[in-house]
């Protein structure tokens, strides 16, 4: 359970940095680009690759100078891969929350009978009227977003007290399931995740298979798996 609260846990303190991400003008393409997969690219670079990149940055160029109102190509004003990431992580959370509710949800308390004398109805329809307006409660329309939804699960998988029933093992591993999942988004999308990405083009000096070592806020090195030949942004070693 600890693992799954950890991962509830970072898609929720991660949201408003989702959020701010859609305005910023970055990428988050991996493996990243930069002075060492610049130099790595640039090895026995033919005509064909030169002239298409000459033509992708005159694009570029292009579009940058245009005025956002001219017809044409344009950069979109929010990061498409950071919104499809918090699309697919709110839409997973409350579907969850849905399924898990439906089997560990009590139903409210009913009203007091009509033959109850009046002092005990009063009493007890004041109590239906409470634990249904009960704010542990999940509820099937309203506020169904991917923090409260996040929450809410994190409360059932700690067990809090509410009008639940305790967690059964298959919904934990429902919740389990889709909260790695959901997290592994969140972390992919504001590159804040240790990753490990194999590039295409091959070691120039033995013909080895090059990973990409990053993210994580570090900057990424490329390692040779088979000669062990390092290259950084800065400089290259051999390890």
Do not use: K
């Not at 298959?170 to 490990?196: H, K, S, Y």
């Amino acid at each position: 359970m600890t693992t799954t609260a950890h991962h509830l846990r970072t898609i929720t303190l991660h949201w408003t940095d989702l959020t701010q991400a859609l305005a910023t003008t970055g990428t988050a393409t991996w493996p990243p680009a930069g002075r060492m997969t610049d130099y790595l690219a640039s090895i026995d670079r033919n005509d064909a690759e030169e002239l298409e990149a000459e033509r992708h940055r005159a694009l570029a160029l292009r579009t940058l100078e245009r005025d956002p109102t001219q017809i044409g190509e344009t950069r979109p004003p929010l990061r498409i891969a950071v919104l499809d990431t918090m699309r697919t992580v709110e839409a997973a959370l409350v579907n969850t929350a849905d399924q898990v509710a439906a089997v560990v949800q009590r139903s409210p308390m009913p009203f007091a009978p009509r033959s109850w004398p009046a002092a005990d109805r009063a009493r007890r329809d004041q109590l239906a009227r409470a634990d249904a307006a009960d704010l542990r409660r999940w509820r099937y329309s309203g506020r169904r977003i991917a923090t409260y939804a996040g929450l809410w699960l994190l409360a059932r998988v700690e067990r809090a007290p509410g009008p639940f029933i305790a967690l059964p093992d298959t919904q934990a591993r429902l919740i389990a399931n889709v909260a790695a999942g959901a997290a592994e988004r969140v972390e992919r999308a504001l590159d804040v995740a240790a990753r490990v990405a194999p590039l295409a083009r091959p070691c120039p000096d033995c013909g080895g298979r090059i990973e990409m070592h990053g993210g994580a806020g570090a900057d990424p090195v490329a390692h040779c798996t088979r000669c062990g030949h390092v290259w950084s942004g800065q400089s290259t070693a051999v390890a």
